[in-house]
């Protein structure tokens, strides 16, 4: 299971760091990633990290503001946001897939969201 952490209320301007564990010896494996949804919205992609860590991917919203990374020996990826702005809130979920592509357009395990308050 995706165990989601780390969400709640910051002003604008401000940052905060989202946590992702998932327990099981083949998170290494697989890519992962954040989809976030915004109040009465969709969930959107966010941002996507594969299993090296070494490739990322993010959505033209964040890009520039949000970090994704991954620590494989923790079994735990984090999701680093900077310059929070209103619209940025929403529950965050974090996903997992095969690879990136997957990731972006269909992941295959969801876990439960956090919730990121920004006020203005």
């Known amino acids: 299971q995706l165990q989601a952490s780390g969400g709640g209320l910051v002003q604008a301007g401000g940052s905060l760091r989202l946590s992702c564990d998932a327990p099981?010896?083949?998170?290494?494996?697989?890519?992962r990633g954040w989809f976030r949804q915004a109040p009465g919205k969709e969930r959107d992609f966010t941002a996507a990290?594969?299993?090296?860590?070494?490739?990322?991917y993010y959505a033209d919203s964040v890009k520039g503001r949000f970090t994704i990374s991954r620590d494989n020996a923790k079994n735990t990826v984090y999701l680093q946001m900077s310059s929070l702005k209103s619209n940025d809130t929403g529950v965050y979920y974090c996903?997992?897939?095969?690879?990136?592509?997957?990731?972006?357009?269909?992941?295959?395990?969801w876990g439960q969201g956090t919730l990121v308050t920004v006020s203005s």
């Open positions: 996903v997992r897939g095969a690879n990136t592509v997957v990731i972006r357009n269909n992941p295959d395990s």
């Open positions: 099981g010896r083949t998170f290494s494996s697989y890519a």
């Open positions: 990290i594969d299993w090296t860590g070494e490739d990322t």
